[in-house]
C-alpha cells in the first residue's frame, strides 16, 4: 500500500507541474468571464438615450428584427436583447461576433455598442478555450485545455486520498486538519 501511495504521490505531482500552466490560464481567463455579460451591459450603460416619451410603445421582437434586416440585408441576426429599463437599447447580435444597438420603440439602429470591453472578452474567450490558438491550430489548442482539465480532475481525486490518513484515528486527522508551526521545516511545509 506503501509504494501505491508514492506512486500516486509522484503522479500527482507531475500532473500538476505538466498542468499548472495551462489550469492557471484558464482560471484567470475564467475569473474574467465570469463577469462578462455584467461589464458588458455596465460599457452599453453609455449608448442609451433618453428614455422614449410617454405614449411611445415598444415594438414586438419580430417587428424590431425585421426592421434590423430592413437596414441590415447582409447580415444574419442569431440573437436579439431586450431590457426592461426603459432608456436601454435592444441588442442585436449578428453572425461573426458583430452587434447592433437598437431603439425599441422605433428600430432605430442607434450604432454598434462600445468595442473595448467585447474585444477584450473575445481575447479572454479565445485563451480560454483554445489557448490563443487561430485557424486550423484550435483543435490542438482545445485538446491541449482538454487534458489540462482531465489532468486537474486527477490532482483533486488523488489529492484527498493522498491527503486522507492512513489510519482514522483522531490524532492522525488533527495533523492533517490543523497547521502546527512547532514541526521541523519539512514536517512544516507538508503540513
Known sequence: MTRF?????????AAGVLAAVVVLIMSVTGVALTYEKQMLEWADRRAWSVPPSAGSARLSPET??????????????????LRAHPAAPATVAFEG??????????GAIIGPPPTGLRSFFRTMTNWHRWLALEGTSRPLGKAVTGAANLA????????????VPRLWIRAQFRNVLWFRRDLPSKARDFN
Open 5 to 13: 501511495r508514492s506512486i500516486l504521490f509522484w503522479l500527482h505531482l
Open 64 to 81: 424590431l428584427l425585421a426592421r434590423v434586416r430592413e437596414a441590415r440585408a447582409e447580415a444574419v441576426p442569431t440573437s436579439l436583447t
Open 97 to 106: 461576433a458583430d452587434s447592433l444597438l437598437v431603439d425599441p420603440s422605433s
Open 152 to 163: 486537474f480532475l486527477f490532482i483533486v481525486l488523488s489529492g484527498i486520498y493522498l491527503w
